[in-house]
């Protein structure tokens, strides 16, 4: 799908606006966003907190977006188990009927407090196809209480635009970088990513080689989780000087969108790279952390998505900190493989504590991410002793 996402975020507080007009019928509100990890933000996060989720109004062809729905003035049965389900009506902009599906379950459990509001595990993934038509796609979902026998009809709306072409000049300088870059996840406009991603890579900011993974792990997890936008990568591709180019060559090959008739077609020094790049696997973030940069990376993920799952990972490597010591010890030794990479674990680990509590500190959802952890993840009793001081040091 193609997409000018216009976003809006809300708050649990809006959705508490929205439901206080009908507090004693089923009620409920409808999501469609192209955040990909919101089911995380909502999962994973304390009920006392207010997850943001940002919808979007306008999708582009190949594009993906999910719909699902949040339900509340619920009914229960007699052993304090709900029943709620949905439907859903996604109508083409000549009115018939694109897709329909219906008994989605909503929410049917035992529930110990039925004020709390409830969000689906049925979420749709949807994207338009090339042969569709633009324009205003009207969705409607009926939320159902099986309980009591109530229903609530709620409708939107979204649409189907062509994907803007790609555009430098919307980049004005350094700080305009930096600021779209550094929030990314709260306000997610992956149509925009080719034009700061090409700006990154002209701009002495890369001459830095340090800050390449972190900078280049936000815009792989950008685009591999975006692969309508290869379009407009390759069509900016033939223009651009071979050091664009080879950044451009980092990110087709990295994010698996790039095509065998794209790189077939590669020759000289561009070929050349992308051969090296190809044989040079990416590092795995989720494996064994065995040098910072995969700290960096997982960061940079977390710019990208907002997800829960980078900064689980980066919690559970807390257990480094039985290499607390080794950095010094590291001059007396003999200096062995093993003694060299237990003295990185011990910079890995100060560089981590450091990360969490300013992260902690700068993103409320990082922090809301870690109470979370505290008091629900399976931690080692290292980690959570760790994560502990961490939140500790914050307040």
Known sequence: MKTKNNMRKFGLSFLLMVIAFNCYAIDGLLIKTIDYTFKEKWSNTVSSSIPAITTCDTVFKKQYFFITAIAAGYDL????????????????????????QENLPLVNKKISNKNNLQMSDAILKICFENNDAFGKYKIEIEIIDK????SKTINSDIIL?????????????????SKWLGRYYENPNPKK????????????????????WPVFSIFNEIVKNNSYLLPQIIDCYKGQDLKTKIYLLYLLTYSNVGTNDFFNSLEGDEKDTYLKIKDAPLKDIYGVISDASQLDMLWGTFTANGGYQPILKLIQTLDYSKY?????????????????????NNAIYNSLVWSLTSNCKQHELVKEYCDWVVEFENLSSVQKDELKKILNDKK
């Open 77 to 100: 049965d007699n052993k304090d188990i709900s029943n709620v389900q949905y439907s859903i009506k996604v109508t083409k902009p000549d009115n018939s009927i694109y897709f329909s």
């Open 161 to 177: 635009a062509p994907l803007p072409a790609f555009n430098q000049q919307q980049v004005k300088d350094d700080d305009d970088f």
């Open 147 to 150: 309980i009591s026998g109530k």
């Open 324 to 344: 607390q010591g080794d950095l010094d010890k590291f001059k007396k030794s003999k200096q062995t493989s093993e003694d060299r990479q237990k003295a990185v």
């Open 193 to 212: 990513a080719l034009a700061y991603y090409v700006y990154y890579s002209q701009s002495k900011i890369s001459d830095n080689e340090s800050s390449f």
